[in-house]
């Protein structure tokens, strides 16, 4: 008998791929051993597949990647804060190929380091490394978005220098 696990995942890229083992590999092995093998192969197969996307979208989109880069920094200054340097970390939100073109950063700005990045549909603004004392609520009273101590979440850019500019006022 002859053990194939053919799991095909429908998305843009048409990734198709087939899992086989060979019979002498699970002699013995009864038939709901055998079924039970289809759950790792299909984590191996999602693994492969994610592996791939990834790549793709580092050969592909890093331009994408840089602009997203380059608009958390122009929100920065375009408050007026100095931005000494920064440093890009991967999304803290999901590490995933999707989420490749949508990097965090740590920007070392006049009022301390701020941690930006897109979670879903709005960017994480982040000032718990500062030395400002008021928290979200405290800072942005009105605003009926998630907050949580010292993190707010934008809705787009403008939102985040908006937000930027309460934080510049605050320190």
Same mark, same amino acid.
């Given at each position: 008998?002859?053990?194939?696990?053919?799991?095909?995942?429908?998305?843009?890229?048409?990734?198709?791929?087939?899992?086989?083992?060979?019979?002498?590999?699970?002699?013995?092995?009864?038939?709901?051993?055998?079924?039970?093998?289809?759950?790792?192969m299909r984590l191996a197969v999602?693994?492969?597949?994610?592996?791939?996307?990834?790549? #793709?979208?580092? #050969?592909?989109?890093?331009?994408? #990647?840089?602009?997203?880069?380059?608009?958390?920094?122009?929100?920065?200054?375009?408050?007026?804060?100095?931005?000494?340097?920064?440093?890009?970390?991967?999304?803290?939100?999901?590490?995933?190929?999707?989420?490749?073109?949508?990097?965090?950063?740590?920007?070392?700005?006049?009022?301390?380091?701020?941690?930006?990045?897109?979670?879903? #549909?709005v960017i994480v603004l982040d000032?718990?490394?500062?030395?400002?004392?008021?928290?979200?609520?405290?800072?942005?009273?009105?605003?009926?978005?998630?907050?949580?101590?010292?993190?707010?979440?934008?809705?787009?850019?403008?939102?985040?220098?908006?937000?930027?500019?309460?934080?510049?006022?605050?320190?």
């Amino acid at each position: 008998m002859r053990v194939l696990a053919g799991i095909q995942t429908y998305s843009i890229d048409k990734f198709h791929c087939e899992v086989m083992i060979n019979d002498e590999a699970l002699e013995g092995f009864t038939d709901q051993e055998k079924w039970d093998l289809s759950y790792p192969m299909r984590l191996a197969v999602d693994a492969l597949h994610e592996s791939i996307r990834l790549l #793709r979208a580092k #050969r592909d989109q890093s331009d994408v #990647r840089e602009g997203v880069i380059k608009q958390y920094l122009y929100a920065i200054k375009s408050t007026g804060l100095e931005c000494s340097w920064h440093k890009v970390i991967d999304n803290e939100y999901c590490n995933g190929a999707s989420y490749w073109t949508r990097p965090w950063i740590i920007a070392y700005s006049s009022i301390g380091p701020l941690k930006i990045g897109w979670r879903k #549909r709005v960017i994480v603004l982040d000032w718990s490394e500062t030395p400002i004392e008021e928290t979200a609520n405290e800072l942005f009273p009105d605003e009926d978005v998630t907050k949580i101590d010292k993190e707010i979440h934008c809705w787009g850019y403008d939102k985040l220098y908006e937000y930027l500019k309460v934080l510049k006022s605050a320190e």
